[in-house]
Each structure stands twice: as C-alpha cells, then as structure tokens.
C-alpha cells in the first residue's frame, strides 16, 4: 500500500488494498482518506486510546490535552493526522510537533490505532503520510519514545521495521524497571 502523491496539504487517498478488517471497518479493498482531525473526533480519539488498552488513563488525559491545543492553535506546537474508512470512521491517528530548539527535528508524539484496525497496515500508512510531508518541509530527523514494557514489544517491532533505531535508553524512566526507549530515523528527501 502507499500514500497517493497529492501534494503539500492536501489529503492523501491512499489504496487500502488487502487485510480482512472486522466490525466497522470495510471487508474489501478499499480507500482510506487520510487528513488532518477535527474538533468532532476528539471522542473517537479517546476511544480508540482507551480501546488500545496500553495507555494508562493519565496517558490519554494528556492525549488529549495535547489534542486540544492542537485544536487551539492548529500546526503550531502540534499536527494530527487521522486515517479515516471511506464512510468517515477514524481507525487511527497520530500527532507529532517540531522538537523545540532543533533544526530539523520532529517528534512523534502519539499513534494509535483501533484494535479492530490493527495490523491492517494504517499505522505504516499515517506514518509513512507523515514522513512524506515531513520530507517535503525539510525535515532531518523524527524521534519517538515509548516505554520498555512487554506490553509495548510489537510498538517497538513496529517502528524497527519501518526503518526506526533505538538511539538511547534511559534506564527506569517511567519508573522502575520502565526505560524510555528513543527511537530515530533519519529523513531524506
Ligand atoms: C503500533 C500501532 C500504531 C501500529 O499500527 P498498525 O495499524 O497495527 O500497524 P500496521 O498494520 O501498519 O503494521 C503492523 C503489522 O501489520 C502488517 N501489515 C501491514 N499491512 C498489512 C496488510 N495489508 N495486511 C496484513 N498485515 C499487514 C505489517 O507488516 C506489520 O507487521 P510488521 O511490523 O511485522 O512489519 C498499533 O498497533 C497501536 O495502536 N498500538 C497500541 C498503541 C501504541 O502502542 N502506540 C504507540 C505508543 S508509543
């Protein structure tokens, strides 16, 4: 699957073309529209974080916190991507910022996807959404965090297979026995 090319800020229509998605989402090869979130999808965020079931509940208030300034002040410290079905559902989205004080550096700062939708491809395809445009406004580099628990091995699975490394580990973190874990991935364009 890949991202159709449609230039700075425009929407993307990339082809969903296989996987057998259950409950909402569609059956059949289909379109998956991916564009930036609006005031009205704050909800389905919230539910598709608590649906996740890895976030703990300060977690997703923080989520969402950080949603609601990106709704306050659009591109500025935040921009949200959502990976929506043809009907409008979103699947799953993500959120990532400039890092302050660098040149060139962006952080990923949320992903999640619905559990109904996982492993289907829409993670790969927001992020690779967001690489596009981050390449075309001269991005060097993205970082993203997560913790070292069990319950984050297939996250950390997933960023290493798209190209992400580990580049630093801060030991108890999160707390003990909880490290950060940083990965990066150099961006070209
Ligand atoms: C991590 C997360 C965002 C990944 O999203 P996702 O939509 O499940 O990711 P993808 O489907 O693109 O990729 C997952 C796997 O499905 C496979 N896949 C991709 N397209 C596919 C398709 N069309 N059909 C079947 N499988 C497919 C990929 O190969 C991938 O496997 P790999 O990593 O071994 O290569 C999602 O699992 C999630 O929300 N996790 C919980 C929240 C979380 O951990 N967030 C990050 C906090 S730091």
């Not at 608590?50 to 591109?75: G, K």
């Not at 929506?84 to 993500?94: A, I, M, N, S, V």
């Not at 962006?106 to 390449?135: F, K």
Request: hydrophobic residues 35%; glycine residues 8%.
């Amino acid at each position: 699957m890949s991202p159709a090319d449609t230039g700075d800020g425009q929407d993307a229509e990339p082809t969903w073309g296989s996987g057998e998605p259950s409950g909402s989402v569609p059956r059949e090869p289909a379109v998956l529209r991916i564009s930036p979130l609006e005031p009205q999808h704050r909800v389905p965020v919230e539910e598709i974080l608590r649906a996740t079931a890895v976030f703990r509940p300060e977690e997703i208030e923080i989520a969402l916190e950080v949603l609601d300034s990106y709704y306050a002040h659009p591109e500025r410290d935040y921009t949200t991507l959502g990976a929506f079905t043809p009907g409008g559902d979103l699947l799953g989205y993500l959120c990532y910022g400039p890092t302050p004080c660098t040149v060139g550096t962006w952080d990923l700062y949320w992903i999640a996807v619905s559990p109904a939708a996982q492993n289907l491809g829409v993670g790969s395809l927001l992020l690779q959404e967001v690489e596009r445009r981050l390449a075309r406004a001269d991005a060097r580099l993205v970082v993203i965090e997560t913790s070292s628990q069990p319950v984050y091995h297939p996250t950390r699975a997933f960023y290493r297979r798209r190209g992400y490394d580990e580049v630093a580990r801060v030991k108890d973190f999160y707390s003990d026995g909880d490290d950060r874990v940083i990965f990066a991935k150099r961006i070209s364009t």
